[in-house]
């Protein structure tokens, strides 16, 4: 079984900064694409960033230039720096995973969710 345990939302005002960090644990023998997603209310999850075992990055448009994601890969934790929030950046942060556990199984796997509230 593998848990990804998310930390690092909060109440932040607009043009602040926070950063989520995301840990994976469990039987894991590898784990290639990690990323962050995003569900605002009555919205859709969305991808905001995601980033490959060797480094490759994408982002949604609307977060580039103000939100880098990177990975720990010793230490099986992605992270996500997001600065210069803004209101509409207020939503649930889920990280997910895709695991090849100890078994060879592939795994999808989503953490619980992080609030992050950009708001005055």
């Known amino acids: 079984q593998v848990q990804l345990v998310e930390s690092g939302g909060g109440l932040v005002q607009p043009g602040g900064s926070l950063r989520l960090s995301c840990v994976a644990s469990?039987?894991?023998?590898?784990?290639?694409?990690m990323g962050w997603y995003r569900q605002a209310p009555g919205k859709q999850r969305e991808l905001v960033a995601r980033i490959t075992s060797g480094g490759s990055t994408n982002y949604v448009d609307s977060v580039k230039g103000r939100f880098t994601i990177s990975r720990d890969n010793a230490k099986n934790t992605v992270y996500l720096q997001m600065n210069s929030l803004k209101p509409e950046d207020t939503a649930v942060y889920y990280c997910n995973a895709w695991v090849v556990t100890g078994t060879k199984a592939s795994l999808d796997v989503w953490g619980q969710g992080t609030l992050v509230t950009v708001s005055s």
């Open positions: 469990g039987s894991i023998f590898s784990i290639n694409k």
